[in-house]
């Protein structure tokens, strides 16, 4: 990666705080804001000790803490009877005429801010010996860096329970204080969890303004001003890249929007963005690399992170209320992240069970559980792109598993859901669709074939007619012998034409019902042709002068082969007609004497099988396209 510009310097400045910590904040060497001819700040300290306002009115109670260059002691205000916090220099520097400007100046940048979270300059005191003391309001509470990642003594502290939300809404406030600073052309430079204090009942304070800064090249000389920086300053963990370039013109109000995205880095991730070995290798990343957010860090508030901490000040938040509102729309949409969130697990049940056929009602479950959840995460928020990803990949996968399982239609529904649905899977519909549609027709064929050879359909129609042909077929053979004397062709002949116009007259009668289904048309046509060619076979034989043994003979191999030809390709269950017609032909050719007998009793035999197998209530099965009932 190659070196930024004047890095050689920074190796310099470097090794002259070797020993300083990532999380300490490094001062500027300038005296800035003493570059006028009569040093006004330090006239002005002057001028207020010989006033000593408050030296016989506070009292020093006791010490609250101490760092590089100052204390933090305990006192009161004597007349108001109020606590204070009072600010001075630690033994080490005091007497020193930059460590009291830089107290002073940090006095001076606080004092300009009156907002709910900065905390109240209420004066500054001069000690006997010179030294300047700061007269603040008294936080009663804890650094943020201290609870930042305390889910337990939050809740117990402030009643949240809702650690992510309870720092966002810290940093918000962090924000406001930072926003309304950049107001009044003053930019804080270090902006961090432990530079914020907490208070008991909840306030937030931005506090240490020693790093605080005009940006102003005006700013009359009481207040730092960034024009006149040429040293590396801030927390190294916290850099901006800008910051590192000891040049103090590209400072600006995005250096502490890019700070804010820092502290947001330190929130999500428990860590601050810059991490490193030594000082040198923290300031070459801060110098070199944009901080990015880790990816199980919500899209929303990855974004924001990231646009926040970009390397170029112009790639940033335009301000910091720009970085609070976006936390601010975050958080409301928290709601409808969290219902995406929750709608990816079954979304992942899904994508695990697709094609599984066995595993259907627990495939259909996990996908409307997933559409719903989505869906309703939209309705929260129609922004939330995990809801849309997640509500298209849902539809997808269901969409894939429709088609590993044959369901076409439905695929086909799904996919008109999906307005940019993938040019590969519509195709795979598109043919699924065409194949359904084929088999579909097939189905419709075998279908209609099905019903043409349901044997129940017009039972008792086909019943009747069968059965007055039957009785009919019984009767005329009785009569014909009740007459005396031999059968004659006229005898012959008569009864045929008498059972054709019969079967034509009750297939008129029944026409309607005969013929809906293609059995019926056939079993009807073999009766008729059976009575046509029994007209003309006793025609034939009349004409030739055949006896009547051989015409009798003949007329039962019509009858038999008629019989056969219905048993095997209509119904089966026929054959004991059949099997009486074969008998009786081999009766009556051996002996012609028992026709009458032979014609009486196959047709009985005939009118009872009818009865037994189409009975209503008896039907059982369907037709199967060969003409066999199962």
Same mark, same amino acid.
């Given at each position: ?165 309870? !720092? ?155 970085? %609070? ?42 996908? !409307? ?58 195709? %795979? ?12 027709? %097939? ?18 129609? %086909? ?168």
């Amino acid at each position: 990666m190659v070196k930024p510009d004047n890095w050689d310097r920074v190796e310099s400045f470097v090794a002259t705080i070797a020993e300083a910590s990532p999380d300490a904040t490094i001062l500027p060497e300038t005296q800035t804001g003493m570059a006028t001819a009569d040093g006004r700040a330090l006239t002005e300290l002057a001028a207020l000790g010989q006033e000593a306002s408050l030296s016989a009115r506070l009292e020093v109670l006791g010490t609250l803490g101490e760092g590089g260059m100052g204390i933090v002691r305990l006192g009161r205000q004597v007349a108001l009877h109020r606590e204070v916090a009072i600010k001075e220099l630690i033994d080490a520097r005091r007497g020193k005429a930059r460590s009291v400007l830089k107290l002073m100046q940090e006095a001076w940048t606080a004092g300009s801010l009156e907002h709910p979270n900065i905390v109240p300059i209420y004066d500054i005191e001069v000690q006997a010996d010179g030294d300047p003391r700061i007269v603040m309001k008294r936080i009663q509470g804890k650094a943020w860096s201290d609870l930042i990642d305390e889910a337990d003594a939050v809740a117990e502290t402030f009643g949240e329970t809702d650690l992510l939300k309870w !720092n966002l809404d810290v940093l918000m406030q962090v924000a406001n204080a930072v926003r309304y600073a950049h107001d009044r052309g003053i930019v804080h430079l270090d902006l961090k969890p432990s530079n914020v204090m907490l208070g008991s009942f909840g306030e937030v304070y931005l506090v240490d303004w020693g790093l605080g800064m005009s940006l102003d090249a005006d700013a009359g000389g009481r207040l730092q001003r960034t024009v006149d920086v040429d040293d590396i300053i801030g927390t190294p963990s916290y850099l901006a890249p800008e910051m590192i370039a000891r040049d103090g013109s590209k400072l600006s109000e995005q250096t502490d929007v890019f700070l804010l995205g820092a502290v947001l880095h330190r929130i999500l991730t428990g860590k601050p963005p810059h991490q490193g070995d030594s000082l040198l290798a923290i300031f070459f990343q801060a110098a070199t690399s944009s901080p990015t957010l880790p990816e199980e860090v919500p899209a929303e508030l990855r974004a924001i992170g990231d646009k926040a901490m970009a390397m170029e000040p112009s790639d940033r938040h335009a301000s910091a209320d720009e970085f %609070r509102l976006a936390i601010r729309d975050f958080l409301e949409h928290r709601g409808s992240i969290a219902l995406s969130d929750g709608a990816a697990v079954p979304l992942a049940d899904l994508r695990d069970a697709v094609g599984d056929e066995d595993r259907r009602d627990e495939i259909h479950r996990a996908f !409307n559980e997933a559409r719903f959840g989505f869906r309703q995460a939209l309705a929260a928020w129609s922004g939330n792109e995990d809801a849309v990803a997640g509500l298209r990949a849902s539809t997808i996968a269901m969409i894939e598993h429709e088609l590993a399982v044959g369901a076409a239609p439905a695929a086909a529904t799904l996919l008109a859901e999906l307005h940019d649905a993938p040019a590969d899977l519509r195709a %795979r519909v598109d043919a699924e669709l065409a194949r359904f549609a084929s088999e579909g027709e %097939r189905i419709k064929k075998l279908e209609a074939l099905g019903e043409d050879m349901d044997l129940s359909i017009g039972r008792r129609t %086909r019943l009747f007619v069968l059965s007055m042909l039957g009785l009919l077929f019984i009767a005329w053979p009785i009569y014909s012998a009740s007459c005396g004397g031999p059968p004659t062709y006229e005898d012959q002949f008569t009864g045929p034409i008498l059972f054709l116009v019969t079967a034509l007259a009750l297939g008129w009668g029944t026409r309607e019902s005969m013929s809906r289904t293609l059995v019926n048309q056939r079993l009807f046509a073999v009766i008729i042709v059976l009575l046509v060619a029994q007209v003309a076979l006793t025609g034939l034989c009349w004409y030739h002068g055949l006896n009547q043994l051989a015409f009798g003979s003949m007329l039962f191999f019509l009858w038999s082969v008629c019989a056969v030809f219905a048993t095997l390709l209509i119904e089966r269950r026929l054959w004991p007609t059949a099997s009486g017609q074969m008998i009786a032909l081999a009766v009556i050719t051996l002996d012609h004497g028992y026709v009458y007998m032979a014609i009486v009793l196959t047709n009985i035999v005939f009118v009872i099988n009818i009865a037994i197998i189409w009975w209503p209530g008896r039907i059982t099965g369907t037709y199967d396209g060969d003409a066999r009932i199962r």
